[in-house]
């Protein structure tokens, strides 16, 4: 149950974006990871709940931060920017996990695995919400004019460098949190794992089972 809330929130939080507008993100699990790593880093320093609405933060912090660079390019390009920028996040963590000389990490008096459940089911709620929201808002209406044809609806008035880097941004948030969840159920933590580029692949496979552009479609999928 535990993991099937985890890929529902994932899967709908990647739609925001790349089913919306079409910009296939092969790097969903960047914003996994670095949720993941804040919450382990500041583990019984921080009270539970704000480090993982922190974790959203600096998830949706991170994609304001490269979205705009990484969104000016489209296509086959994109998908491979934002698998290398992913690759790029993963490294970079270990080489300085590596330098400070930790390789791992173990987590203890993590909470019992009823509030975990209760954490991702609360992800999975907020994620067909944000989408069920953006597929009949005006701004979804906006991403799928980018989808159909990005010149014609910048030329109609579409703001569609604002449009993709706010569904870049909304995107990012919730699997933020879910990577700080889903690290209290592990309690060991490894980079190379909460950075697995199978799980951005997993919930492309998810969406694309799924079919639909609004939240039934990639439920059905999970």
């Given at each position: 149950?535990?993991?099937?809330?985890?890929?529902?929130?994932?899967?709908l939080s990647w739609c925001v974006l790349s089913k919306m507008t079409g910009y296939?993100?092969?790097?969903?699990?960047?914003?996994?990871?670095?949720?993941?790593?804040?919450?382990?880093?500041?583990?019984?320093?921080?009270?539970?709940?704000?480090?993982?609405?922190?974790?959203?933060?600096?998830?949706?912090?991170?994609?304001?931060?490269?979205?705009?660079?990484?969104?000016?390019?489209?296509?086959?390009?994109?998908?491979?920017?934002?698998?290398?920028?992913?690759?790029?996040?993963?490294?970079?963590?270990?080489?300085?996990?590596?330098?400070?000389?930790?390789?791992?990490?173990?987590?203890?008096?993590?909470?019992?695995?009823?509030?975990?459940?209760?954490?991702?089911?609360?992800?999975?709620?907020?994620?067909?919400?944000?989408?069920?929201?953006?597929?009949?808002?005006?701004?979804?209406?906006?991403?799928?004019s980018l989808r159909e044809n990005e010149e014609a609806a910048e030329t109609l008035?579409?703001?569609?460098?604002?449009?993709?880097?706010?569904?870049?941004?909304?995107?990012?948030?919730?699997?933020?949190?879910?990577?700080?969840?889903?690290?209290?159920?592990?309690?060991?933590?490894?980079?190379?794992?909460?950075?697995?580029?199978?799980?951005?692949v997993t919930v492309i496979a998810m969406a694309l089972l799924g079919g639909g552009?609004?939240?039934?479609?990639?439920?059905?999928?999970?």
């Amino acid at each position: 149950g535990l993991t099937l809330l985890m890929w529902l929130a994932l899967t709908l939080s990647w739609c925001v974006l790349s089913k919306m507008t079409g910009y296939v993100s092969l790097g969903h699990v960047v914003f996994y990871g670095l949720g993941a790593t804040l919450v382990v880093m500041s583990w019984q320093k921080l009270p539970l709940a704000l480090a993982i609405l922190l974790s959203g933060g600096l998830a949706a912090a991170f994609a304001a931060l490269v979205g705009l660079p990484v969104l000016r390019v489209r296509g086959p390009y994109f998908v491979i920017l934002t698998f290398g920028l992913s690759e790029l996040v993963k490294f970079s963590i270990m080489a300085w996990e590596s330098a400070s000389g930790t390789a791992s990490r173990i987590l203890f008096g993590t909470p019992d695995i009823a509030v975990v459940y209760f954490a991702m089911f609360a992800l999975a709620l907020v994620s067909v919400a944000l989408l069920t929201w953006v597929s009949g808002s005006r701004f979804g209406h906006g991403l799928r004019s980018l989808r159909e044809n990005e010149e014609a609806a910048e030329t109609l008035g579409v703001p569609v460098v604002r449009y993709k880097l706010l569904a870049f941004v909304l995107g990012a948030a919730i699997p933020g949190m879910v990577g700080g969840v889903m690290a209290l159920r592990s309690t060991y933590f490894v980079v190379g794992q909460v950075f697995d580029p199978m799980v951005s692949v997993t919930v492309i496979a998810m969406a694309l089972l799924g079919g639909g552009d609004n939240a039934r479609g990639p439920m059905l999928g999970v």
